[in-house]
């Protein structure tokens, strides 16, 4: 069974930056997909950053620009950098992973405020 566990999440003012990560207990290598979504109260869970194995990725639009994914193989961990954060982007963020199955991490909360 795969365990993914996020961290990085807290309080942060408007224009200010936080890097969530997210630890696998297995080689991140074998995952065809990882990615990141986020959910805010009262709406839908959406995907903020989806990243193939071959290294295709694609962001949402509305943190394209501002959001940056990457990983240290060696640590079995990928990283969402978020820059110049708005209040739009308070949200429980989640890490995600694909092989055989999907599987998805607790979520680490991020609220974006004065």
């Known amino acids: 069974q795969v365990q993914l566990v996020e961290s990085g999440g807290g309080l942060v003012q408007p224009g200010g930056s936080l890097r969530l990560s997210c630890a696998a207990s297995?080689?991140?290598?074998?995952?065809?997909?990882m990615c990141w979504h986020r959910q805010a109260p009262e709406k839908q869970r959406e995907w903020v950053v989806h990243r193939l194995n071959d290294g295709t990725t694609n962001y949402q639009d509305s943190v394209k620009g501002r959001f940056t994914n990457y990983r240290d193989n060696a640590k079995n961990t990928i990283y969402l950098q978020m820059n110049n954060l708005k209040p739009e982007d308070t949200a429980v963020y989640y890490c995600?992973?694909?092989?055989?199955?999907?599987?998805w991490g607790q979520g680490t909360p991020v609220t974006v405020s004065s």
């Open positions: 297995r080689s991140i290598s074998e995952f065809l997909i």
């Open positions: 995600y992973a694909r092989n055989a199955r999907g599987y």
